[in-house]
């Protein structure tokens, strides 16, 4: 099957006809990573596969490939009323299924017996083909991850390849599968990468937001009760001199009291755009009657889950450089091969942190226990909070104990940003849920070395230092040094 599509390269293709990744042409001029919206006249052969088989189904503007039609009989935990489901499992639509979140979080559910279905266009694979990056840790492609997984588990993951910007593919993958819930993971997702150029910044908000509302309204138009569980971000309150709330704040001004949003300070595009989603969601849910929880994600780090430790086909990306890995992934990654840890400015900089784990269990609570119609609620997703001094004290320690000499060094910070400031952030919501945190601990970052050390010969220490300025983006395409 093809390893990679483009949201910008289709081509017709006959139920007999086998595919290769090589008709694809991908990062080549023919098929280029556009924010275009494509003209809804060009129909395009949809395609299910189904263990060995491939069948017709009907004519979308996309190339889509489910993995499974047939379920069993089991029963999921969860409080949502399945309507026209036989088979009585909640089924779970997981954008952006194919990315570090998302593929985490995809086995998770599986595992739980929720019947799932990825939706992904794959393009997360051409940021690195673009950028000339790669995952730390080798990864299948997503149609060998998820035969990998039925054969291990006996569970089956729908698969339906296109984007969701293409409102015609999705309203027919919504229509397929019917969802009760949708897990959205299917935005651009990188900060730095919103800031390369002004074409990643126009494409990371044409994606983000205009996949959200393709969501949006594919819940209105097809499966009204469904529940929206959407990856937001801490980074949308930025870092007020005043404590964070979940979501929305009570005020008292010239008198008067009323609870409101809790005020937006984003610092990117990427930023930006996952306020613009805010607002379209909170809209909804008012206007429409849809119901939503929206997750305030902080940093993620770690790469193991139970599920994608059960064999190495199921391993998840593990991110390192500068655009794409995070703090502690970073910092871990910089000490296994002895690269000084690259602090930006002060270091004082404090978010939210938690383990990947922590995700997949956030997500499983919000879906078992959704939103109420017409109910836009707000979580904020984190167990702990660190400086970026913090982080690298941590890790420097963790070095030590395994024979490792770790330095730490301050760069010139790339971005905009306070580098000492207040911060604590609540985070409620999800503890009452039921949420057991993983907290920080000498054994996980003991692991994370490890496998670092273990992976090393494939760091391209070329990645490793800050390329992006926040001050110096422009108009010209940009390149990352090789």
Known sequence: MAQLLSASCYMKVSPSEKLSSKCWNIGSAKCPLSYTPQNSNSMFKRLVYQGDNL???????????????????????????NKGNSSGRKRVMVIGGDGYCGWATALHLSNKNYEVAIVDNLVRRLYDHQLGLDSLTPIASIQNRIRRWQSLTGKK??????????????????????????????????????????????????????GTLNVLFAIKEFREECHLVKLGTMGEYGTPNIDIEEGFI??????????????????????????????????????????????????????????TAMHEELCNRFDYDAVFGTALNRFCVQAAVG??????????????????????????LAIANPAKPGEFRVFNQFTEQFS????????????????????????????????????????????????????????????????????????????????????KIGVKPQTLQA
């Open 388 to 471: 970026v001094r913090d982080l690298a004290a941590i890790v420097t320690k963790a070095g030590e104990k395994l024979g490792i000499t770790v330095e730490t060094k301050s760069v010139p910070n790339p971005r905009v940003e306070a580098e000492e400031h207040y911060y604590n952030a609540k985070h409620t919501k999800l503890i009452e849920l039921g949420l057991q945190p993983h907290l920080l601990s000498d054994s996980l970052l003991d692991s994370v070395l490890n496998f670092a050390i273990q992976y090393k010969d494939r760091v391209d220490t070329k990645q490793i230092m800050p390329s992006v300025s926040w001050k």
């Open 157 to 210: 993951i729908q698969l339906h390849v296109g984007d969701i910007c293409d409102f015609e593919f999705l309203a027919e993958t919504f229509k397929s599968f019917e969802p009760d819930a949708v897990v959205h993971f299917g935005e651009q997702r990188s900060a730095p990468y919103s800031m390369i150029d002004r074409s990643r910044a126009v494409y990371t908000q044409h994606n983000n937001v205009i």
């Open 250 to 307: 009570t005020i008292t001004h010239n008198g008067r009291t009323d609870t409101l949003p809790y005020p937006k300070q984003a610092s990117s595009f990427y930023h930006l755009s996952k306020v613009h989603d805010s607002h379209n969601i909170a809209f909804t849910c008012k206007a429409w009657g849809i119901r939503a929880t929206d997750l305030n994600q902080g940093v993620v780090y770690g790469l193991r889950t139970d599920e």
């Open 339 to 364: 690269h000084p840890l690259t602090v930006y400015g002060k270091g004082g900089q404090t978010r939210g942190y938690l383990d990947i784990r922590d995700t997949v269990q956030c997500v499983e």
């Open 55 to 81: 069948q017709k189904l009907t004519v979308v503007r996309a190339t889509t490939v489910p993995l499974n039609q047939e379920t069993k009989a089991q029963s999921g935990a969860s409080s949502f009323e």
